[in-house]
């Protein structure tokens, strides 16, 4: 699949010891999506996805195109630099995704209120045929305290 060249994608940061079944490199079981930011705002992943993730022979499975989706949303979202989870996701299956197929995900925060993000995504084929759409609200959410790094703050001589 190619790039339009005048979409300057820049890669989107993210932890070297993620797990996340969908982007985590340090998941050896995940997806591994690498995703990456266009001038406009948009997250942009370029992904082919193995047959191991199959439902009916030669097409994902239903999951995982709903996993695809979500992760875009959350990526959206991280690329303004937030961290939220879904609170509400809806897909709207419109065509079978094939199997260890080139497909473009694509992903953009259409409004904000608080800490509620609403969020839209698609899955298109190399011709730029939409397989999937996908619309959520994320939250966000606060990140995790080490509780060891907040005793040290609170009795600093340990």
Known sequence: MTTPTNENLKPLAHGA???????GQANPAGLHLEFLLANDGRVVCLANIADTFEGPPGYLHGGIIATLLDETMSKAVRSHGLVAMTRHMEVDYQRPVKSAAPIRLEGQVTRSEGR??????????ESGKVLAEGNGL???VQARRDPLAAQFESNPRG
């Open 138 to 140: 994320f939250v966000e």
């Open 116 to 125: 509620k993000h609403w969020v839209e995504a698609k899955v298109l084929d």
């Open 17 to 23: 010891q993620n797990r996340c079944f969908g982007c």
